[in-house]
Structure formats: structure tokens, C-alpha cells
């Protein structure tokens, strides 16, 4: 037994005693690496070293407990026995206060990265996972920290997400050192322990690894995901800051497929089988009939003959017309406005000279009002009207925020083809830069960039720089301006810009490397290079580099091959001093730039002012244009209204001086249209002066042209005197001209009805115009007819009318063009054979503008608004090529919430705790999905970003305790105190009177390097507060559109943010709404179709009625009429398509106005039609037109013919594309439906004879000359 007990006695002992062994391992492993603060840090001034001490922890002073408990809640490790004192844990809460500030807004996130500085500064197991690598002079001046990889990913997982609303990007690529996308949770702790990022004062060397290595145990503390709840009752982080507590991530729509027949366009393939069967059906038609007169032996227009017999002049007794009780009351209609003309044309020659006199002084008073006259260039007052959804939201947002700022934009590029390699140290894959990325060239940029900020305007003889309008956004504190440029990441200085680092063998660091770390991290104070240069622009906020740069490939911006400076400037409203200066500024900055010449730099630009500017000068420029334009139909007019007999009557027979008289008549009434409305106070636009004298030479030149060649080709009765002959031809011909003028009028006012401003005011000008020119008509110049007849008469000159010619005997003859369409013209198109061609031709071509209607493209390319000689066509070329961002867009939260209740902070933010519908989360989701809804990024939010600054562990929110007034981060005082307290109540969001009191202080406060947060520059005109700050008003959360270039790029981009606030409008059950300073400008767009096909059918419709009731109530004619103008507005559909002309406000007016010149090519045919009494519709179709159709072709036709094509030859855009083209094809479309078509249509399906009005013709001439002339 003894030496078994002395076995077990051994093994006992030898138990206890590695016991022993492996708890003094342990007690060992608990000493400290450092304690307490030494020497003066040599890499970051201000900072210091840690102590170097292996003793054991050491219970922390009773003064430290809050600290420790602020920034480190949960490690008071049992006795608060710990590896640091007071002293570290007050450092190590300065050196946070960023991260603090920017990730305190996920617990989660923040929880974890406490851990791991709480880890590192104060751990009483600090040997156990760091080792003092570099001990100099007691100071530990280097470390090694084991960190577990399974912590560090679960830290970055949690923080990856989280936002920076004040710069819609995350927070890591301000914390990183480079860009997001690019960070992970290596490089990211990396960065934060590195000396270089100027917070670390000795080098931190982290070694990641989930296995011991070389004897040390990882830091692998608990960690909680983002979507986690935390034990001290913190809420998940929102889905903002945390892609796990979103859930899927929103999909969009499927885009809507193109509607096709077979992979054919389906409009393309319903119209060429509707054309098909048309032709099918009718040229069926036309055969059964010609095989029906074959086998009858009928006459040739039997087919067509009208349903009653036809009624002759004479033999007919009045009980025998049977005339129907509608055609009675159209004959006596048309009776009575015969009447009255004839009265009234019968007074205007017996007393030329008081008719004329009295139309004088009304048009002299009239045109008084041009004394008054206000022209309106602004293109908000020209495109949006003041009632629109646009016009009221951007009201809005100018009295509540402000107007959007004003600028003026370089675009640099360089003809040079170099390409500079840049080599990192000291290891690195070569990095080319662009040749507009060399120094040389960065240089000659910047001499550029404060040329321009030197340049000096004079405004009422005070000196204006760019200082005194430029926007400051830290003004009064920081006045420099705001200058968004790459040469400000080296502080707009030549000498920053040369800063670099290296000896003799190596380039440590140099403007390539700071240009790198600075467009992955534009908010940096200072680099991570050797340079330690700042990144933040002199005026104190980002450059990002997407608003500098052009021209690069994703994010690679060193192949960037554009430089884009942007100089923004304070807009004002209703202050026109200020609004002075910035206008003298920018006059003085195109001038600069136009004589600026460097052959190393190609620069476009372009100010505020620019385009307004350019538009004035094109209209400047266009003048000799339109003179010539309007030159060349005067002098046709003169000379074509004169019907020569003979060589020898050459004077006599000239019309030249009835000519001029009739042009000025026109003018007359475009001078009083004017006036009147100038009376009224109605500014004119550039489309008012420029289209409608077109309009009405167009309506009255053809009104003349009938007159004149009605008279020329009228014979006087027996026993019938002048005045009664020139009475009976305006009673004749004035109901026509009534009809065509009248329709016009009502249309163009009802035209009025729209809502854009251009087409309403162009509408109301031309409806005036349009009757006073009819007025004229029918008064002055009768009488200046009547007065030429007897000139004619007497044989004396025209314009020289005191000089006759001896008496001679003339015959008088027919005019050869009146001659050509009677004798060749009108018989060949109404041919039994040529009819169907015609309308197969026409019907063609309906067919062809109906497939291709929907295909018109909407919107205006502003390009087009320019001379062809525009520096800003240049400008938009490179801004199309370069631009890499979208425009600012606000979600504007009108007034009426209550921001002060946690209800209603709720519906708005978008941090911890706010609903998941509301504002800022719905735009965030929305952002997403980028390519569908156009918005860019996460927007920035006043509303977050407040709360961060004001918790009490941010240094951000301070008072002085003494007068209460706000104490700003970076002042060091005593007197200074926290604004809210470390308390469970303290560290919630602000309520009620909290609220507002320091909400104040926050958009007063501006960001320095110890509170970043501050809302003076991002925030100061986001926030509408009322008068004394007692609550908030309207407010705005602000992001980007997507990079948006074309016309439909922009109206796609207003419709789909209108649409997403219209979702949170509902959501919130509060009023919100989208705001950019281009939807003023493209609403117009969304509703443009609408608005097309609403003026139209009012303008058809309209002439559709007056055409009826003046016709004598003969709906078929009116009908006609209406088809016909129906076809031409298509066919103008057409060839807006085939020659690229876009709908918008400026063709919107030129169609109304076609519809109103369409009446003139229609109206005067069908009533001569209607008129008629031929026996059958073939014959009074050829006599319409014979009659009608060559003062058409002449009065319309050959009149605009020449004019439009010297439009051609105009060096402004808008005017080759909108007035030559469109003018050309309205005179052509019109000119071939009314003299090609429209008689044609009437062979077929006119209106049958009206027997009360035969009857009535029998009645009135029988046994006169004029029966016999009727019956020829």
C-alpha cells in the first residue's frame, strides 16, 4: 500500500501544481500594455503617446466614470479597474467625435466600433491582443493589435450602409479614406490607425486573425448586426443605414413593350390595312359604277348627279322648288348678309374718304397702345403659366427657401493627345492621367479660374467682383466663394498644386496622389499621403467629383477628359439692385470668356444669363431676315393684284399703289391688335411679333386678292353705277371672306382657353388681328378700291395719278392665271379618271401621318433656341458629352407639420425609429432603383443629420452656461455645456420646446474638424422657420436626378419624381412635392398631347359651327370643310415626323395657325360650291375652283411661296426648323387639300343644291345680263 499512496500523492502534487502553473499563465495575461499620457506625439501635433506599463489594470478615478460610461456603455469590467486613465479616456472621446457623429446614428454600427477602440485604450486584458512593438523614451510609440476577423467583418457588415444625409453618400467614404464601393473592413481599419489620417498620434498595426498567433488571443468581443436590437433597448438601425432591416430590394416595372402586329409596329401595320381595304372598297366602287354607265349608257356623270333634279334659273315657279324649310332659312340668311355687305361696300365708294379717315384715327388709336407695349423674354413667364402645378411649386420654393442659385460654367478641355503615368509609392499598378490632369495644364486652369474671380463689372458706378454676389455658404464666418472646381482640392493655389514629397530617387506623394485620395474622399480634411493637404474646398464643403469632372469612365476620374468649374451665384428675388450686379457680373464673364485665347485649352461656358441673352441677339439677328421675308411678298402683292391688258396700260392696269395700301391695311390691323391688348396690359412674346403678321398677310392678302380679282373679272350691268357694281361684288364675295375671317377669329380665342402662356397670348394677338384685318377690309380698303377703279377709269397712272393717258379702245380679257385654271386646270383634276388617283394619293398620305402620329417626338432641344453662331450651342454640345450628374431635385414638405412630436418626426427621417414609408426612406428606396425613377441618391436630411448633432455624446452641441447662447465645437471654454444631458431622456431625439431651441443653433452652426455636422452650409436654406423661432415651416430634402441629356430624358426624369411624391404626399398624409429648376420649363411636356388635341378639335369644332350657321346653316358643307382641315392638320403630323420637327409650344402655335390659314384654302371653295348652280357636283366643283382657286393660289400660295423660302437662310435654328419647315408645309399641305383635294371630295359627296337659294338667283336676275352670264 505504501508505494501506491506515494504514487497518488505525487499525482496529486503534480495536478496542483500545473494548476498552479496555469493560472499564474493567466494573471500574467492580464497586465497592461500602456498607462496614462508621455511625451508629445512627433507624427500629429497636439497629440500625445500612451505611457508604456506592464502593470496590472488600475480602478479608473471617480472623475473618469462618466466618460467612461458615455463612450464605453457595458465595460466598466466589474471594479473599473482598467489600462487607461482620465486623461486617455478624454482623448480617445475627442479623437471619435467624427465617427461619433456620422455612425451614432446605427447603435449597432457604433456599438461595435466602440468595442474596438474601448478594446484597444482601455482594456485591462490588453496583453492578450497587443503588443508595444516600439517603446521610445517610456512612450509607446507603436503597437500591434490582433484583432478577430470574424469581429472586424461583423463591424464593417454593420456600418457599411450607413448614410451621410448632408452629402447623399455614405458615411464610410468620408471615414475610409476612399470611396465606399472600395472599402472593406480591412483597409477601413486600416485607414483609422493609420498616423496619416492625422487623428491616430502613433501607428496602430492590425493583424486580423480568428486563431491565435504568436501566442496573442484576437479581440473577438460580442458584435450585433445592423438589424439587431441592442441589450440597453436601442432600436435596429433603419433600412437607410441598414440593407438587412429593408428586406427585398425594391424591383421596378417592367418597361412597357411597343405595341406590334406580327413585330411590326402595330399603328404601321392597322393603317396600311385600313388603306388597303379603303382602296379595295373604293376604287370597287368606282368600277361598278363606270361598268353601270357602260351598260346604261348613261352620261359620264350620271353617278354623281345630285339625289333631286337640278334647278334651272328660269321656268321654275315657286311651287315647284319644294325647298326644305332649312334651305329656306339658309337663303334668307345668306340673302341678308348679301344685303348688308352690298349696303355697306355701296356707302365705303360713295364716301371713300370718311370711311377712310375714320379707320385711320380708330387705328391710330389703337396702335397707342404700343406707347404701352411690354415684350416678356423671360422663357418662365413664356413657357409656364402662372397657374400651373410648376409655377406654383417653384413660387413655393423661391418665397420659402429662396430662388435656386444662378451660375456660370467652364468646360475645359485640351487638344494636347499626352497621356502622364503616375506610379504610386511604393508599390503600386502604373495610373495614366489624361492630359487635362497634367500639371501644366492644372495650372494654366487655375490662371484661368482667378482670372475669372478677379474680373470686375460696373453697375450705377459701383465696382461688382464676384465676392459680392458669389454664393458663401459659410458667410459671415468664411466668405470665400463657393467655387465647385478639382483645383479646389489644392486650395485654387499654384503653390499647393506643386506640393509634393520624395528625394532624389522617389516621388513620395505629389499632386496625382492627392488628387486620388481626394475624389474617392472630397470631405477630407487632410489626405493620407505624405502631403497632408486638405480635400475640403476653401469655402468649406466637398467638391464632389462628378460635379468637376467630365468625360471618365465609371469612376475611374484620372481618365477624365473634361474639367467643369462651376462659379455658383446668389439669385434674388425682387431685388433689383442685387439682381443688377449679378447681371453686370456675368455681361463682364462673357466678355472675358470670349476674348480669353489659350491654344492649350478649348473652353466652353456659359452664364445664367446666356441664354436670354442669345435669344435677344437671335431676334436682333433675324430682322434683315424677316424684312427681306416680308419685302419679297409686298412686292409680289403690289405687282400681282394688277391685271395688264396691255404693255401700253402697263401704269394704268398696276395695282401697285392698291397693293401697298392693302399690305399697310394688315399691318394696321397687327399694330391695333397690339395696342389694344397693351392697353390691357398683356406683354407680347418673341412667337407673337414673329408669326402673326405672318398669319394675317396670309388671311388678308388672300381676302384681297379675291376682292380685287372678283372686280377685275366682273362685268357692269346696264344702268349700274360704280359704287352699286363694287357693292354687289363685297356682297357676293364678303360672306366668303366673313366665313374664313370669323372661323379664324373663334378658333384662335378659343384657342386662348389653353393653359400654356405662348399659345394663350398668341391666340388672343392673332384672334384680334384676324377680325380688325377683316374690318379693314371691308371698309378702308373698299373704298381705296373703289377710289383705284376710277383712277383705272380715267386712265390715269398708278401712283402717279395726275398723269393720264389718252383714250383707247381695250379689250378686256381674263388673267392668264384665272384662264389656265379654268380652260386646263379644273377640267384635268376632276377628270372621271384622274379623281381616283387623287384620292388614293391623298388618302395614302392620311394613312401614312396617322401610322407615325404617336411617333412625333415631344419636347424642344434647346440647341435649337440658338443662333447657329452661339457660343452656347458649343456649351451644350460639351455639357451633353461631359455631364456626369443630374440636377438638384428638392422633396419640398410644405408647412402644417409638426416636427416638435415624435409623430411627426417620424413621417419625415430616416434614421433609428422613423417609419419605414416616410419622406426620406421613400426617396431613399426610390434611388435604388436609379435607372427606373431618375432620382440618383440617398437624399440629405436636415431632420437626421439634427439629431446627430444634438446628442449629448457629440461635442456638436454646446451653449454657454452664463448668456445661453450657442458655443460652437471648436471653442475651447469652460463656460460651455452640453445642451442636453447624459441621461436616458437626454440621449432621445429633442421634443417639443427642446426642439426648437436648439434647432437654431444647429443652422447657425458651421462644420470645423471637431463637429462635422453643423447645418450653416448644407442646411441654412433648407429649413423655412417661423418669425422668433417658434416652429418650422416648409422644409426640403435634397438629391440628384440622373444624368438627364435629351428632352424626353427630362420630362421622364419630372414625371417619375412628381410621381414618387405624389406616393408620399399619401403615405405621410401630408403635402409634399418635387422640385427642380427645370420642371418649370418641361411641365408643359407632360400634358402637351392632351393639350394638342384639345386646342385642335376646339379650333375644328368651333369652325365647324361657324362654317354651318354662315354657309346657311349646310352642316354637310361645314362638315366638308372641317374633314378636309382635319387632314391637313394630320398630314402636318406627318411631316413633323419626316423632318424631325418636335411638338412643343412653339409647333403647337404653328399648327393652330395652320388651322386657321386651312380655313382660307377651304372655305372659299366650298361656298362657291354651295353657291353654284350647275347641273350636276362635277361641274360645280370645276366652277368653284375655276373661280376660287386661282385667287387662292395667287392670294396664299405664290404670296408665302417666296417669303418662306428666305426663312431658309436665317441663322437662327428655331427658325429653319419651326417657321421654314413648318410655314413650307403648311402653304404646301394647304394649297394641295384645298385646290387638289378638296374639289375632288366635293365631285364626289358635296352638297346638293340649295333650291331656295337657285330659286332665289332666278328671282333676282331674270331678264338681267348677269342670268346670261350665270348661265354661260
Not at 436616458?984 to 470645423?1008: I, Q, W
Request: with cysteine; hydrophobic share 40%; glycine share 6%.
Amino acid at each position: 500500500m505504501g508505494p501506491l499512496k506515494r504514487i497518488k500523492s505525487f499525482s496529486a502534487l503534480l495536478f496542483v501544481l500545473l494548476l498552479l502553473d496555469g493560472y499564474f499563465q493567466w494573471v500574467a495575461a492580464q497586465h497592461c500594455v500602456w498607462y496614462g499620457e508621455c511625451g508629445e506625439s512627433t507624427s500629429v501635433p497636439g497629440k500625445k503617446y500612451n505611457c508604456n506599463d506592464t502593470g496590472p489594470p488600475r480602478p479608473l478615478e471617480p472623475e473618469g466614470y462618466d466618460v467612461l460610461a458615455e463612450i464605453c456603455p457595458g465595460y466598466n469590467y466589474g471594479n473599473r479597474s482598467l489600462c487607461c486613465d482620465v486623461n486617455q479616456l478624454k482623448t480617445l472621446y475627442g479623437s471619435l467625435q467624427v465617427p461619433l457623429q456620422y455612425l451614432s446614428r446605427c447603435p449597432a454600427c457604433f456599438f461595435n466600433l466602440m468595442s474596438l477602440f474601448c478594446e484597444l485604450t482601455c482594456s485591462p486584458h490588453q496583453s492578450r491582443f497587443m503588443n508595444a512593438t516600439q517603446i521610445v523614451d517610456s512612450s509607446v510609440t507603436e503597437v500591434q493589435y490582433y484583432i478577430g476577423e470574424s469581429f472586424s467583418n461583423a463591424m464593417y457588415n454593420a456600418c457599411k450602409d450607413v448614410q451621410a444625409p448632408s452629402t447623399n453618400a455614405k458615411v464610410l467614404s468620408l471615414l475610409c479614406g476612399k470611396e465606399a464601393k472600395d472599402c472593406n473592413a480591412t483597409n477601413w481599419i486600416q485607414y483609422m490607425f493609420n498616423i496619416d489620417n492625422k487623428q491616430t498620434p502613433f501607428p496602430i498595426i492590425p493583424i486580423f486573425s480568428d486563431v491565435p498567433v504568436h501566442g496573442y488571443d484576437p479581440m473577438n468581443n460580442k458584435t450585433y448586426a445592423c438589424s439587431d436590437e441592442l441589450e440597453d433597448g436601442s432600436a435596429p438601425c433603419s433600412c437607410q443605414d441598414c440593407s438587412d432591416v429593408c428586406g427585398p430590394r425594391p424591383v421596378p416595372p417592367p418597361p412597357i413593350p411597343p405595341w406590334t402586329i406580327f413585330g411590326i409596329d402595330a399603328m404601321t401595320v392597322i393603317m396600311w390595312i385600313s388603306y388597303m381595304a379603303f382602296l379595295l372598297l373604293f376604287f370597287g366602287a368606282v368600277l361598278a359604277a363606270w361598268c353601270y354607265r357602260k351598260r346604261t349608257f348613261m352620261s359620264e356623270y350620271g353617278p354623281i348627279l345630285d339625289s333631286n333634279n337640278s334647278v334651272s334659273l328660269n321656268g321654275e315657279s315657286p311651287e315647284l322648288v319644294n325647298a326644305s324649310c332649312c334651305e329656306t332659312l339658309g337663303e334668307r340668311f345668306e340673302n341678308a348678309l348679301q344685303i348688308a355687305f352690298s349696303s355697306w361696300g355701296s356707302f365705303c365708294v360713295r364716301f371713300p374718304f370718311v370711311v377712310i379717315l375714320g379707320t385711320v384715327i380708330l387705328v391710330t388709336a389703337f396702335s397707342g397702345g404700343l406707347l404701352y407695349m411690354r415684350i416678356t423674354t423671360d422663357p418662365v413667364e413664356l413657357w409656364s403659366s402662372p397657374s400651373s402645378q410648376a409655377r406654383q411649386e417653384k413660387d413655393y420654393f423661391d418665397s420659402h427657401f429662396g430662388p435656386f442659385f444662378r451660375t456660370a460654367q467652364l468646360i475645359i478641355t485640351t487638344p494636347l493627345n499626352i497621356t502622364d503615368i503616375f506610379s504610386p509609392y511604393p508599390v503600386g499598378d502604373d495610373i495614366p492621367f489624361k492630359a487635362i490632369l497634367t500639371k501644366d495644364i492644372l495650372h494654366q486652369v487655375l490662371d484661368l479660374q482667378l482670372g475669372v474671380e478677379d474680373i470686375v463689372a460696373t453697375y450705377e458706378g459701383q465696382n461688382v467682383t464676384l465676392k459680392d454676389i458669389c454664393l458663401a455658404p459659410l458667410a459671415p464666418y468664411n466668405n470665400n466663394c463657393t467655387i465647385l472646381s478639382v483645383l479646389n482640392y489644392f486650395q485654387n493655389s499654384h503653390t499647393v498644386l506643386d506640393h509634393m514629397n520624395g528625394d532624389e530617387f522617389y516621388v513620395y506623394a505629389d499632386y496625382h496622389s492627392h488628387f486620388l485620395y481626394c475624389v474617392s474622399a472630397p470631405a477630407s480634411l487632410n489626405d493620407t499621403t505624405n502631403l497632408h493637404d486638405p480635400c475640403l474646398g476653401t469655402f468649406g464643403g466637398p467638391i464632389f467629383p462628378w460635379l468637376a469632372l467630365g468625360g471618365y469612365d465609371e469612376t475611374n476620374y484620372n481618365n477624365a477628359t473634361a474639367l467643369v468649374i462651376t462659379f455658383p451665384i446668389n439669385n434674388y428675388l425682387n431685388d433689383t439692385v442685387r439682381m443688377g450686379k449679378a447681371l453686370a457680373w456675368e455681361k463682364e464673364f462673357i466678355k472675358f470668356m470670349k476674348n480669353y485665347q489659350n491654344p492649350n485649352l478649348t473652353i466652353a461656358f456659359s452664364a445664367e444669363r446666356s441664354i436670354e441673352d442669345e435669344l435677344d441677339r437671335e431676334s436682333n439677328s433675324d430682322i434683315s431676315t424677316i424684312v427681306i421675308s416680308y419685302a419679297i411678298m409686298f412686292l409680289y402683292i403690289s405687282l400681282a393684284l394688277g391685271h395688264i391688258q396691255s404693255f401700253r396700260r402697263l401704269l394704268v392696269d398696276s395695282k401697285i399703289s392698291l397693293g401697298i395700301a392693302g399690305i399697310l391695311i394688315v399691318l394696321s390691323s397687327v399694330s391695333s391688335s397690339l395696342g389694344i391688348f397693351s392697353y390691357a396690359g398683356i406683354p407680347l412674346t418673341l412667337i407673337v411679333i414673329e408669326v402673326i403678321p405672318f398669319l394675317v398677310l396670309a388671311v388678308g392678302v388672300d381676302n384681297i386678292f379675291i376682292i380685287v380679282q372678283t372686280y377685275q373679272r366682273d362685268e357692269r350691268m346696264a344702268h349700274e353705277e360704280l359704287h352699286q357694281q363694287i357693292g354687289r361684288i363685297l356682297g357676293d364675295v364678303a360672306p366668303s371672306m366673313f366665313l374664313s375671317s370669323f372661323s379664324e377669329t373663334v378658333a384662335f380665342f378659343l384657342g386662348a382657353l389653353s393653359n400654356m402662356p405662348a399659345v394663350r397670348t398668341f391666340s388672343l394677338f392673332a384672334g384680334l388681328a384676324v377680325f380688325i384685318d377683316f374690318l379693314l377690309q371691308i371698309s378702308c380698303f373698299v373704298s381705296l378700291l373703289g377710289l383705284d377703279a376710277r383712277r383705272q377709269e380715267a386712265n390715269r397712272l398708278d401712283i402717279m395719278c395726275c398723269v393720264k393717258l389718252p383714250e383707247g379702245q381695250e379689250t378686256k380679257t381674263d388673267s392668264i392665271l384665272f384662264r389656265f385654271f379654268k380652260k386646263v386646270y379644273a377640267p384635268f383634276i376632276l377628270k372621271e379618271w384622274v379623281r381616283p388617283i387623287i384620292v388614293a394619293v391623298f388618302v395614302g398620305m392620311l394613312s401614312f401621318s396617322v401610322a407615325v402620329v404617336n411617333k412625333v417626338e415631344i419636347g424642344l432641344d434647346q440647341k435649337l433656341s440658338m443662333p447657329d453662331d452661339s457660343y452656347v450651342l458649343n456649351y451644350f454640345r460639351n455639357l451633353s458629352e461631359y455631364l456626369h450628374t443630374g440636377a438638384p431635385v428638392y422633396f419640398v414638405v410644405e408647412e402644417g407639420l409638426n416636427y416638435s412630436s415624435p409623430e411627426g418626426q417620424n413621417v419625415v427621417c430616416g434614421g433609428v425609429g422613423c417609419n419605414n414609408n416616410s419622406v426620406v426612406q421613400q426617396i431613399y428606396f426610390a434611388s435604388l432603383i436609379s435607372n427606373y425613377s431618375t432620382i440618383a441618391n440617398t437624399p440629405s436630411s436636415w431632420l437626421d443629420d439634427y439629431f446627430d448633432w444634438v446628442k449629448p455624446q457629440s461635442s456638436c452641441c454646446r451653449y454657454y452656461n452664463d448668456s445661453g447662447a450657442f458655443c460652437n465645437a471648436s471653442v475651447v471654454n469652460n463656460t460651455c455645456v452640453r445642451c442636453r444631458p447624459m441621461t436616458d431622456a437626454g440621449k432621445h431625439r429633442p421634443e417639443g420646446e427642446d426642439f426648437m431651441k436648439f434647432l437654431p443653433m444647429f443652422l447657425s452652426d458651421n462644420p470645423n474638424i471637431k463637429c462635422g455636422k453643423g447645418g450653416h452650409a448644407a442646411y441654412a436654406t433648407a429649413v423655412d422657420l417661423y418669425p422668433d423661432n417658434t416652429g418650422v415651416g416648409g422644409s426640403y430634402f435634397m438629391s440628384y436626378h440622373t444624368i438627364l441629356k435629351e428632352s424626353p430624358d427630362f420630362i421622364h426624369a419630372m414625371k417619375m419624381a412628381r410621381k414618387l411624391s405624389e406616393n408620399i404626399t399619401q403615405s405621410v398624409n401630408h403635402k409634399v412635392f418635387a422640385y427642380s429648376v427645370f420642371y418649370v420649363f418641361y411641365e408643359q411636356y407632360l400634358t402637351i398631347a392632351y393639350d394638342t388635341a384639345l386646342n385642335l378639335s376646339i379650333s375644328l369644332s368651333s369652325i365647324f359651327v361657324v362654317t354651318a350657321i354662315l354657309l346657311g346653316f349646310e352642316l354637310w358643307s361645314a362638315a366638308l370643310v372641317s374633314i378636309t382641315i382635319a387632314m391637313i392638320l394630320v398630314n402636318m403630323f406627318g411631316v413633323m415626323w419626316l423632318w424631325d420637327i418636335s411638338l412643343n409650344a412653339v409647333s403647337l402655335v404653328n399648327l393652330v395657325m395652320s388651322c386657321g390659314i386651312s380655313v382660307e384654302f377651304c372655305s372659299h371653295i366650298v361656298r362657291a360650291f354651295s353657291i353654284s348652280v350647275k347641273k350636276n357636283r362635277v361641274e360645280r366643283a370645276e366652277e368653284a375652283l375655276a373661280h376660287m382657286g386661282s385667287s387662292v393660289f395667287s392670294g396664299i400660295t405664290l404670296t408665302k411661296f417666296g417669303g418662306i423660302l428666305i426663312l431658309a437662310l436665317s441663322k437662327s435654328q428655331i427658325f429653319q426648323v419651326f417657321y421654314f419647315r413648318m410655314y413650307l408645309a403648311i402653304v404646301l399641305l394647304g394649297a394641295a387639300h384645298g385646290l387638289i383635294f378638296l374639289p375632288v371630295l366635293l365631285s364626289y359627296i358635296g352638297p346638293s343644291l340649295n333650291k331656295a337659294k337657285v330659286f332665289a338667283a332666278n328671282q333676282r336676275y331674270a331678264g338681267t345680263e348677269r342670268e346670261r352670264l350665270l348661265n354661260y
